[in-house]
């Protein structure tokens, strides 16, 4: 099956079934089902087993899926068996914080480059690399062919530096201003904003 | 119809438009339709009408929807016309950054309490609250009647320091350890994990 003809909302569980997976294969199991991975994630057995048969046949009648494989077969899916090299826009709080954080190395990507247009920050030493003058953003990532961008800035700056992260050919945006970007098609972007996140819980509270 | 009629996915959409509407709010805008929240959000128009007439008749054939009228029955819905106190766990480079994070107040949430377990953080200060001892969690939560949680901490950490929240009187956690933990059923979740979201948009990529 052609990639286009899955729906998204299936490919935005497949990290989550990845995880669980790498989890698994580190605590030294070999064997899983789709009863066990739902318990864990509180996705109904029938769904996990749908959503990966998109992909193939995983799993055999009765004995369930081999861990180590499913979950090389889900890297391979998702094009993290090998490192993205990641540029990062903003180098405030939530920047540093991003910078410094150690769940993007196993997950397939590499912050390799960091930006700010703020004199102060400018030149500052983050992990081994220095963060640079934003006017430099636009040959740096099409120099270093990087296709995948963070954008951890003020919602004012966040639709100026998608324009030019796009221009650069960045093709994946994960933005955490809390503001809607308009984008090319072709182009990628995913939201975090921690703010809407709670508002769904409180829906439920009184 | 009751609130747990709503399918989840549809709860989860609320805050995408309660976040446009109070954009054009501040522009000045008084009058949108779904085919303008349509083009901003990337959501089908006939999406945007359905789920809204989940809760109500919001727009009127032919004029569209009233922005403020929309914006705080939006509100009402997701229980944030009042402001949450809440509990963050976890004073670390991502617990600075989300103490620090203004886009909290506009949402309806405060960072009330500020807990770690390092006794170089515990007692510094942060936005005029002080880094309390996790071990008066428990006490805390529970005096301020906080129902709202965010954890930002190791996953090995994260099982046990939900299940303090949830004993305390916790209904709700933001989890950005990334670990799926387990919580009593009328205890709400939501992750938030940056390498997923990426994964998610590298699987279109070459």
Known sequence: MASNEVPDIVVGRLPIYLRALTFMTEEG?????????????????????????????FGKQGTGYEISYLRDQ????????????VALVGYGDLGHALAHYGGFAPKGFEIVAVF??????????????????????TK????RSIKVGIMALPS???QKV???????GVKAILNYA?????????????????????????????
């Open 156 to 158: 004012s700056a966040a």
């Open 162 to 168: 998608a324009d030019m992260l796009v221009e650069a």
């Open 29 to 57: 199991r070999q064997i899983t089902s789709s009863q066990e991975l739902s318990q864990k994630l509180g996705i109904s057995s029938a769904q996990i087993r749908k959503d990966l048969s998109h992909f193939g046949e």
């Open 74 to 85: 889900l890297k391979g899916i998702l094009h993290v068996e090998r490192t993205w090299p």
């Open 116 to 137: 700010d247009n703020d004199p102060e920050k400018i030149g500052q030493q983050v992990a081994g690399k220095t963060v640079m003058d934003i006017a430099e953003l």
């Open 140 to 143: 740096v990532v099409r120099e």
């Open 178 to 206: 809390p503001i809607n970007i308009s984008l090319p098609p072709e182009v990628r972007v995913q939201y975090i904003d921690p703010a809407a996140h709670l508002q769904h819980m409180t829906y439920y509270l009184e």
